[in-house]
């Protein structure tokens, strides 16, 4: 199938786009945001969990949570493009809410079928989800669960677990008699612990949450093909929430470098600050057009989607490091200061860029496509 | 239906329809001699008349100057010089000769030359008939260019022309050339005129045209050398003392951002046989040997291959964004990336191939051995043709952030 010229990307997702700018800058302008999530320099400080949930609360009754939730589901079933227009949005924002691990749980129950239905009708009900994939190593293929499940009950520690002090339900994978299946989990379940994991980003928490023969219900046993279907999609938003933070990056950076002067010029001045500069620019565009690319394609060209979103991220997880390294070093000190905002979006980027697999994993995963199967 | 053709109007639909048919039939056959890489390294006349033959019939089979109108030999569309060039490349033609002529001096003299001018000259060059080249460097200005020292002086309604132009490529054969000069030393921009010079019927008389050899030991630039030619008024452009605002119309169709699309036509290089492109890259890294297995196990030029063609996917998409308003920013962020963008592309994936191809890569286009013709390390080479000309990398990153994201100049 071949994808629509204009990438499917119309009106009305250009609208979602400005909807989710202006309410993010309204409601959570970066100075506001850094009094929210900055407060503890301590580096000693523990685990967090800051964010505004009456906001949260907003953006659920403005139906942002259910965009991806498929119409036969019940849901808005609004194209991976208008979603992505969101999420760069969320990104430039450095937002802190569970609306990435909701979407992804999204895209995940979507593709198990009818076991799901009652699941995903928990998420168009407002409730917040997030995955629970992920070993203790971060192996950041789709399924390394250290989970088990028997006789309807899980087992075990999940690692990475995104804003997980922020939702209401967890999607886990674990290992069943018959091969992998997924759960749908209550984070409140007697046996369930979240244990907060004390990191580097202000604007999401993370945590390892274990289960003790905890009750869920199975929405899928076959949770390989269910989260292969669903990743190009995980993968491409978080593409576009990078390529959100880093075009503040950028701009905050050109601002800084076009008043601040030294030896009597504007900083920008300087090619070894003009050029690098430019360079994030080119980087945050190859990105946006890769990502709108692999999102059209999880919208109209499946066979294509996996493909097109390794291609996003790689660009993506390489873009978040460039972006975040020239952003600091060119504030000078006042870049390697807490009171500077560049720090947040530094660190939301640097968190991001080894969240679902960095660039070379993304290249690996690539060149088995593109170089190990036929021609 | 191909993704191109989904959003045509019915005009370019049905235009669409026709070029591919027309296509079909009339494509040129294979080419008698080898062919260079690019039209800027037609180096003899059998190379130069298969090319010629090609764009004539393409003109007079309306592919060529869609959009321009009837009056100056155009087609007298809207927005179909895109399909066309969507088509040809499509159907893998070879490219048009008159490269400059089309992408540049087209636009030119459409813009700011007068009727008479236009009427005369434009048919012939979008037929190819005349060869266009571009005379802007000199030994002492190229990235500065309003630097350039080439002075024009009035006689009567005449104006006496001498200086030493370099690196005009295609002045071997051209009949005309776009010429950028002084016509007042005391103002470096306002001191500009433009001028278009039949630089071929005055050979010998005032014009000397020396061909300059290149890194890949082809020819297919020159320096061009002007004493006391005479030229009319009438061949210039634009006001006296307007040449670096019209020299922009130039330089922004040179860089493919002008308003005017650019006839672009296929593939075909050298015979047909080997594109220089990411897919041709992988073709290299799978049938390249290395010790007990293939170059495309090794994992350091796997994540090296992958790179360029994450690369080419995002300027091909880069492309296709520039086309949605909806999903741009600053209007000119996207196009003027277009040519710094294409050119390290181009590098990378030439570095990449020859990397690929090991000690190989050691052999050129003479050698039976050499893997796809010897066309990589040429490819390689001539990359850097595109990063220097037209505006050098550093050029086209000082634009970019000054024009787009507003930081001070560096002159
Ligand atoms: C294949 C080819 C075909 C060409 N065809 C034509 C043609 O048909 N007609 C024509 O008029 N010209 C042509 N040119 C000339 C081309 O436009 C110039 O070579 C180009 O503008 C650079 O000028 P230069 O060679 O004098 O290099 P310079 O300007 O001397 O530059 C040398 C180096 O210094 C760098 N540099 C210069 N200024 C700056 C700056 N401000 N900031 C940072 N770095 C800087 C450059 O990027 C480059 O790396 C052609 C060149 C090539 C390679």
């Known amino acids: 199938m071949a994808q629509p010229n204009d990438f499917g990307f119309g009106e009305e997702a250009a609208m979602l786009k400005d909807a989710a700018r202006k309410f993010f800058a309204d409601n959570l302008p970066v100075a506001a945001l850094h009094q929210l999530v900055a407060d503890n320099h301590d580096p000693d400080r523990g685990p967090a969990v800051a964010w505004r949930e009456d906001l949260w609360r907003q953006m659920v009754e403005l139906g942002w949570t259910a965009l991806a939730i498929p119409e036969a589901a019940g849901g808005l079933g609004m194209p991976l493009v208008a979603v992505a227009g969101l999420v760069e949005e969320l990104g430039r924002a450095a937002f802190p809410c569970p609306l990435l691990g909701t979407l992804n749980a999204t895209f995940v129950l979507a593709a198990c079928g009818d076991r799901a239905a009652a699941a995903l009708d928990d998420i168009g009900a407002g409730r917040a989800a997030t995955l629970a994939l992920t070993n203790r190593d971060g192996d950041w293929n789709p399924a390394a669960t250290e989970l088990r499940a028997s006789g309807g009950t899980l087992s075990g520690t999940a690692w990475f677990v995104q804003d997980a002090g922020k939702v209401d339900r967890l999607l886990a994978a674990a290992h069943t008699e018959g091969g992998l299946g997924l759960f749908w989990v209550d984070a409140g379940a007697a046996g369930v612990r979240v244990h907060g994991d004390a990191i580097v980003d202000l604007t999401r928490d993370q945590a390892h949450v274990s289960f003790d023969n905890v009750e869920a219900v199975e929405v899928s046993a076959n949770a390989l093909a269910a989260l292969n279907t669903a990743f190009p999609a995980i993968w491409t938003l978080l593409a576009a929430d990078i390529a959100g933070a880093a075009e503040w990056q950028l701009q905050t950076t050109v601002e800084y470098a076009n008043t601040r002067k030294q030896f009597d010029r504007p900083l920008g001045f300087f090619q070894a600050v003009k050029h690098p500069l430019v360079d994030v620019m080119i980087g945050i565009d190859e990105v946006r057009s890769l990502l709108y690319n692999a999102a059209c394609a999880c919208d109209t060209e499946p066979e294509k989607a996996g493909q097109y979103a390794h291609m996003a991220l790689a660009a993506a997880s390489d873009l978040a490091g460039f972006a975040s390294s020239r952003s600091v070093q060119y504030h000078g000190g006042i870049g390697f200061t807490w009171e500077c905002f560049v720090h947040l979006y530094f660190k939301r980027q640097k968190h991001s860029q080894a969240l679902w697999g960095d660039g070379a994993w993304h290249r690996a995963r690539l060149a088995e496509i593109l170089l190990d199967t036929a021609a | ?411």
């Open chain 2, 1 to 411: 239906m191909s993704a191109s053709a989904r959003k045509d109007t019915p005009e370019q639909a049905e235009f669409r329809q026709y070029c591919r048919q027309w296509l079909a039939q009339h494509k040129p056959g294979e080419p008698p001699v080898r062919l260079p890489q690019s039209p800027l390294e037609i180096m003899t006349e059998p190379q130069l008349h298969y090319l010629q033959a090609w764009q004539k019939s393409a003109y007079e089979a309306g592919l060529i100057g869609c959009d321009y109108p009837q009056e100056v030999g155009g087609g007298g569309r809207g927005d179909c010089q895109r399909i066309a060039n969507q088509e040809m490349i499509a159907a893998r033609t070879p490219f048009l000769p008159n490269v400059i002529g089309l992408g540049m001096a087209a636009p030119t003299v459409f813009y700011h030359g007068q009727e008479e001018l236009k009427r005369r000259l434009l048919p012939r060059l979008f037929s190819g008939e005349d060869i266009w080249c571009q005379g802007f460097s000199e030994p002492g200005a190229g990235s500065d260019l309003a630097s350039v020292q080439t002075f024009a002086e009035r006689r009567g309604d005449k104006w006496v022309i001498n200086g030493h132009k370099v690196w005009t490529s295609l002045a071997h054969f051209a009949e005309w050339m776009i010429l950028l000069l002084r016509t007042d030393r005391s103002h470096k921009y306002d001191g500009l005129s433009y001028f278009v010079v039949p630089i071929r019927a005055a050979l010998g008389k005032g014009v000397t045209v020396r061909p300059l050899i290149k890194i890949t030991g082809e020819t297919g630039f020159n320096e061009v050398i002007f004493e006391d030619l005479e030229v009319d008024d009438s061949y210039r452009l634009d006001e006296l003392g307007k040449g670096w605002q019209v020299a922009m119309t130039t330089l922004l169709h040179e860089r493919s951002a002008g308003e005017l699309q650019t006839p672009r036509a296929g593939g075909m290089k050298s015979g047909a046989t080997h594109d220089t492109n990411s897919r041709s890259l992988i073709e290299l890294a799978r049938t390249t040997r290395r010790g007990e297995g293939r170059a495309a196990d090794d994992p350091v030029l796997r994540d090296r291959i992958m790179r360029a063609v994450i690369r080419e996917k995002a300027f091909e998409q880069t492309l296709r964004r520039s086309r949605n308003q909806a999903l741009l920013d600053h209007p000119m962020r996207l196009p003027l990336q277009n040519k710094l963008l294409a050119s390290e592309l181009a590098q990378e994936v030439a570095d990449t191939a020859l990397a690929v191809a090991g000690a190989a890569g050691s052999l050129y286009l003479a050698d039976d051995n050499a893997p796809a013709g010897g066309q990589w390390p040429m490819a390689y080479m001539n990359s850097f043709g595109m990063t220097i000309a037209a505006g050098t990398s550093e050029v086209q990153r000082n634009i970019l952030g000054e024009r787009v994201l507003g930081m001070s100049k560096s002159k």
